[in-house]
């Protein structure tokens, strides 16, 4: 039997964590539950009326061609030793969709936190989606304090602005997992709790900037360092890397076509309408027919054509075929309207554009 969970069941899905998650502290759990955690999004696998399983559906936002969309990001999906190999997380995923077709959230999206678990969720109609890109930056012990911007940290007095100038800079990217209030404050109580830093470039008391810096063994790693123009970025650079000397920075940033990507991240179509719905409104030009299989959510095994910006649905498959040409899997669809990779597709795809999904700072 699958609930949602209630206040005497969330202790259940505390004590799924800490077994399943042991390389996670007993603060950074705590934090978790006191700060993301919500009943009313968290599924339980109930076997014999113990809690077997759990995942939570934590709600963003994800910019999707000028449009804001809800998406559901999966997160603490396990299962106790003692009930896995049975097939109950994959019910309890294939449960999940459908709640969230009752949601209305078109999207799902994760990080898989074991390079294993890739093939579990290709299996349940997941596929590779974001990028990011990582660089080294080399410090040196002869910069200077910047002169142009000054450099602070986040303190109660400017997080309001800090996170109006994180939120402005990041709902302009296309394809891109969005920050609330909430996520934001939550996101520096975390930096507090592994002493990380999160600093601010400010000129005449505007927010210009912002980097998130975080020690981990003997170098330190930058989640997100933006601005205004390229000089910002590189004030909070020379800033950190005068903070940190002698230790090696590593930056991690948006993927884009001029540098090597590395891929962290999956996504699922889980409302095929509604997303064919708005890329073929952003893609008036492209015209494309196919028919989807898709085993978990079989309202979705329809054929579709997009065609001069509008999408339609030309056939219900009663009986689904998936040698018949034309045919793809859920997978690829979400891969085609994310844009990922396009380029080492075969070529009758190369028509879609290819595009960077980004998402950073998900406490994973």
């Known amino acids: 039997m699958?609930?949602?969970?209630?206040?005497?069941?969330?202790?259940?899905?505390?004590r799924i964590w800490r077994i399943s998650f042991p390389d996670d502290s007993y603060d950074f759990t705590d934090f978790y539950f006191r700060t993301k955690y919500?009943?009313?999004?968290?599924?339980?696998?109930?076997?014999?009326?113990?809690?077997?399983a759990c995942l939570q559906m934590l709600p963003y936002t994800f910019t999707y061609y000028n449009q804001l969309i809800p998406i559901a990001y999966i997160s603490g999906a396990a299962t106790l030793p003692e009930f896995r190999?049975?097939?109950i997380m994959k019910k309890l995923l294939?449960?999940?969709?459908?709640?969230m077709l009752k949601k209305d959230i078109p999207l799902s999206i994760l990080?898989?936190?074991?390079?294993?678990?890739?093939?579990?969720?290709?299996?349940?109609?997941?596929?590779n989606s974001f990028m990011y890109t990582s660089e080294k930056f080399q410090t040196k012990s002869n910069y200077k304090p910047c002169d142009t911007y000054n450099i602070e940290e986040i303190n109660d007095n400017n997080k309001h602005d800090a996170y109006r100038f994180y939120a402005n800079y990041f709902v302009k990217e296309n394809l891109c997992l969005q920050k609330s209030k909430n996520d934001f404050d939550a996101l520096i109580e975390l930096y507090q709790l592994e002493n990380g830093r999160i600093f601010l470039a400010l000129?005449?008391?505007?927010?210009?900037?912002?980097?998130?810096?975080?020690?981990?063994?003997?170098?330190?790693?930058?989640?997100?360092?933006?601005?205004?123009?390229?000089k910002v970025k590189s004030s909070l650079l020379q800033h950190v890397a005068i903070t940190y000397f002698p230790k090696e920075i590593s930056i991690q940033s948006e993927g884009n076509d001029e540098k090597n990507n590395i891929t962290k991240g999956m996504a699922r179509v889980i409302d095929t309408e509604k997303m064919l719905k708005l890329f073929a409104n952003a893609?008036?030009?492209?015209?494309f027919e196919f028919d989807l299989h898709d085993p978990q959510l079989i309202e979705n095994q329809v054929r579709y054509r997009i065609e001069n910006g509008v999408y339609k649905k030309t056939a219900i498959e009663t009986n689904f075929d998936s040698d018949r040409r034309n045919t793809i899997n859920i997978n690829l669809l979400t891969r085609l309207l994310l844009g990922y990779k396009i380029n080492d597709l075969d070529a009758v795809y190369h028509h879609f554009p290819c595009k960077y999904p980004y998402m950073s700072l998900m406490m994973d």
């Not at 919500?38 to 809690?51: D, H, P, R, V, Y």
């Not at 990080?111 to 109609?125: H, K, N, T």
């Open 203 to 230: 000129s005449q008391q505007n927010i210009h900037g912002i980097c998130f810096t975080n020690p981990m063994d003997n170098q330190i790693i930058i989640k997100d360092c933006v601005g205004t123009h390229a």
């Open 94 to 99: 294939t449960h999940a969709y459908y709640e």
């Open 38 to 52: 919500k009943n009313e999004n968290t599924l339980i696998w109930m076997e014999n009326g113990k809690a077997a």
């Open 2 to 14: 699958i609930v949602y969970a209630d206040n005497n069941l969330k202790k259940e899905v505390e």
């Open 111 to 127: 990080i898989p936190q074991e390079p294993w678990l890739v093939d579990f969720y290709e299996r349940l109609g997941y596929t």
């Open 85 to 87: 190999n049975k097939g």
């Open 283 to 287: 893609h008036k030009n492209l015209t």
